[in-house]
Each structure stands twice: as structure tokens, then as C-alpha cells.
């Protein structure tokens, strides 16, 4: 890992996904999660106040990112929820199948090299009739910023820690065999549009 991506990339990351309208999104998801969470790319834990302690067993926090790692340290120790933070990437989820009542993704999928292998991984820890609670940006549904989002997203990723501008969370939570119950899509306000189109909701897999 450079010296960019452990000391000065957390830092952009942390700043970029803290805003006040990503903040409110979170609000919004977050606390429908229940039982046993996975949280994938937990980051410095931005998403801690949201959890519900009368409804939340225990949080895992998945982050592969020894810098975010530091940066959520003092957040974990004063969580209102039981958190073990686990040093993995999305892709090798270390817990066991059907083991997961909720998988939370806010903002993170974005950056995950092998999405499709993270979002199996989700899959399979998941109990079933398990929920992934979702808040994602990705492609814009109209042409012109779509457009601007594939000519930017070569560099965008290499200054964004690998953030890819045009996938569709939807479509991807699909493939991996998650059945879409609820759906919000819209720009963030006060957000650049190539970056700020979200896709928000639930997703089961199936019982």
C-alpha cells in the first residue's frame, strides 16, 4: 500500500463521504439493520451513530484499509453497539455462511476491485431472507452525465482510492441473486452529478 493510499487517502475518503446529504442517507438506512450486521467497508465508522443498540447483536466491521482502520478506532471504542472489526476485503468476507441477519453497504461498493466476488461473499454470509441495506452511487440515467462519468472515471480512480463512477448497484445486486424489495434513486443535493447519483434501498435474499 503507498504512503497516499495509508495516510492521505483515508483522510479525502473520510471528508468526501462525510458531507451533510451523504450523512442524511446514511440516517436513513442504517437503522434498519438488525441482528448480526456485516458492515462492508466500514471506513472510520461514519455510519456507528446510526446503529440501533435495542436492535443491533453485534457489528462486523469489515476494513481492509490499515489507515481507515486507525481513523475509526476512537469511534469503536465508544460505539453503542458490540463491534469486532475485521482486517478483510470484501471479497474474503472471514465469517461463516448463513451466519449474517444484515449486510450494510453505504458508499463502498464503489471502490471494491471484484464487486461481483464481494457481493457473492455478502450472499453467502447472509442468512436466508436476509437483508442488505444499500446506499450507492453509480451511473447517471442521463446521457449527457453518463457520458462525462466514463470519460472522468480513469482518473477519478486513481485519485479516489479505485472509486468507479459507472456501476449500477442495482444491476449488480441482482446478479448476485438478491431480489430488490425497495428502491430509491435520485442526485444528492449540493453534489457534483457525476459522482452523486444514488441508488438506495433493500435487498433479500431469497428464503
Same mark, same amino acid.
Given at each position: 500500500?503507498?504512503?497516499?493510499?495509508?495516510?492521505?487517502?483515508?483522510?479525502?475518503?473520510?471528508?468526501?463521504?462525510?458531507?451533510?446529504?451523504?450523512?442524511? *442517507?446514511?440516517?436513513?438506512?442504517?437503522?434498519?439493520?438488525?441482528?448480526?450486521?456485516?458492515?462492508?467497508?466500514?471506513?472510520?465508522?461514519?455510519? =456507528?451513530?446510526?446503529?440501533?443498540?435495542?436492535?443491533?447483536?453485534?457489528?462486523?466491521?469489515?476494513?481492509?484499509?490499515?489507515?481507515?482502520?486507525?481513523?475509526?478506532?476512537?469511534?469503536?471504542?465508544?460505539?453503542?453497539?458490540?463491534?469486532?472489526?475485521?482486517?478483510?476485503?470484501?471479497?474474503? @468476507?472471514? =465469517?461463516?455462511?448463513?451466519?449474517?441477519?444484515?449486510? @450494510?453497504?453505504?458508499?463502498?461498493?464503489?471502490?471494491?476491485?471484484?464487486?461481483?466476488?464481494? =457481493?457473492?461473499?455478502?450472499?453467502?454470509?447472509?442468512?436466508?431472507?436476509?437483508?442488505?441495506?444499500?446506499?450507492e452511487h453509480g451511473a447517471s440515467p442521463d446521457a449527457g452525465i453518463a457520458r462525462w462519468q466514463g470519460r472522468i472515471e480513469p482518473v477519478w480512480k486513481v485519485l479516489a482510492g479505485g472509486c468507479h463512477l459507472t456501476r449500477r448497484p442495482d444491476a449488480l445486486l441482482e446478479e448476485a441473486g438478491?431480489?430488490?424489495?425497495?428502491?430509491?434513486?435520485?442526485?444528492?443535493?449540493?453534489?457534483? *452529478?457525476? %459522482?452523486?447519483?444514488?441508488? %438506495?434501498?433493500?435487498? =433479500?435474499?431469497?428464503?
Amino acid at each position: 500500500m503507498s504512503f497516499y493510499e495509508d495516510h492521505i487517502l483515508p483522510h479525502v475518503v473520510t471528508a468526501a463521504c462525510g458531507c451533510g446529504q451523504i450523512m442524511k *442517507k446514511r440516517s436513513q438506512i442504517v437503522p434498519e439493520a438488525s441482528g448480526a450486521v456485516l458492515e462492508v467497508g466500514f471506513g472510520a465508522g461514519p455510519n =456507528l451513530q446510526f446503529y440501533d443498540p435495542a436492535k443491533v447483536t453485534k457489528l462486523y466491521a469489515l476494513e481492509p484499509s490499515a489507515g481507515m482502520r486507525r481513523k475509526a478506532a476512537s469511534a469503536v471504542a465508544s460505539a453503542p453497539v458490540a463491534v469486532e472489526v475485521l482486517d478483510a476485503p470484501g471479497e474474503a @468476507v472471514p =465469517l461463516d455462511s448463513a451466519s449474517i441477519d444484515s449486510v @450494510v453497504l453505504t458508499f463502498t461498493a464503489c471502490t471494491i476491485p471484484d464487486v461481483q466476488a464481494a =457481493l457473492s461473499e455478502a450472499v453467502r454470509v447472509l442468512k436466508p431472507g436476509g437483508q442488505v441495506l444499500f446506499a450507492e452511487h453509480g451511473a447517471s440515467p442521463d446521457a449527457g452525465i453518463a457520458r462525462w462519468q466514463g470519460r472522468i472515471e480513469p482518473v477519478w480512480k486513481v485519485l479516489a482510492g479505485g472509486c468507479h463512477l459507472t456501476r449500477r448497484p442495482d444491476a449488480l445486486l441482482e446478479e448476485a441473486g438478491l431480489t430488490i424489495e425497495r428502491m430509491e434513486t435520485g442526485y444528492i443535493p449540493r453534489t457534483p *452529478k457525476i %459522482a452523486g447519483f444514488v441508488y %438506495a434501498g433493500r435487498a =433479500l435474499r431469497p428464503a
